[in-house]
């Protein structure tokens, strides 16, 4: 069954998904994930250009415009993570939960083809996994408890949730949104 944002059926078991993932780390509700622990459960190794290619070529790939990719080498386990390391520390992390979240959901890796138009190579699109793997990941990061726990005892503005998660503000904002919490974070002067 493919993935339905809309559906509070699909939102509802992804968050149990999440929580169990989160209880196997041992941690609470409301405890903060750290994504290298996360990174060793999977396991999941993460590499920057340098650490495969010359410094050169290393030092061309951080000007392209790409974040990130993961793979699984056939007949392994271990989900391999290539970060491009020019990226703000913020959003490297967010690259790395969606692609462990990619991981831990069983999607199907993207394909490469060549365009019959370009020439060129590009990477088919999933709409319904890319979806997935933000939502599953945001829930991992923000956990509803989380997010009810921060909004309703007024613990800090979304800026703070947001530094100590190591996340985006718009992130902690959408989980805000989806934990239907919103107007009631605008009420405390956020």
């Known amino acids: 069954m493919s993935y339905d944002r809309s559906s509070y059926l699909h939102k509802w078991q992804l968050e149990r998904d999440a929580q169990r993932v989160r ?8 405890d903060i994930l750290d994504l290298e622990r996360l990174a060793d459960e999977i396991p ?3 590499f ?14 951080r000007v392209i415009d790409w974040d990130g990719f993961a793979f699984v080498f ?37 394909r490469l083809y060549r365009d019959s138009v370009t020439g060129l190579l590009r990477r088919d699109y999933n709409k319904a996994q890319e979806e997935e793997a933000y939502d599953f990941g945001s829930m991992l990061l923000l956990p509803k408890e989380l997010i009810q726990n921060h909004v309703k005892e007024r613990r800090g503005t979304a800026d703070e949730l947001a530094d ?17 919490l919103w107007q009631r974070h605008l009420a405390n002067g956020n």
């Open 74 to 110: 056939p007949g392994e386990t271990s989900l391999m993570v290539l970060l491009n390391p020019a990226r703000p520390p913020r959003r490297r992390s967010a690259t790395l939960l969606e692609e462990m979240s990619h991981h831990l959901r069983g999607h199907e890796p993207s």
């Open 44 to 46: 999941a190794h993460v």
């Open 164 to 180: 100590l998660c190591g996340c985006s503000i718009d992130l902690v904002e959408m989980r805000i949104k989806r934990c239907r």
């Open 23 to 30: 209880r196997r780390l041992q941690l609470g509700d409301t």
């Open 48 to 61: 920057f250009p340098e650490d495969l290619v010359a410094g050169r070529l290393a030092a061309r790939a």
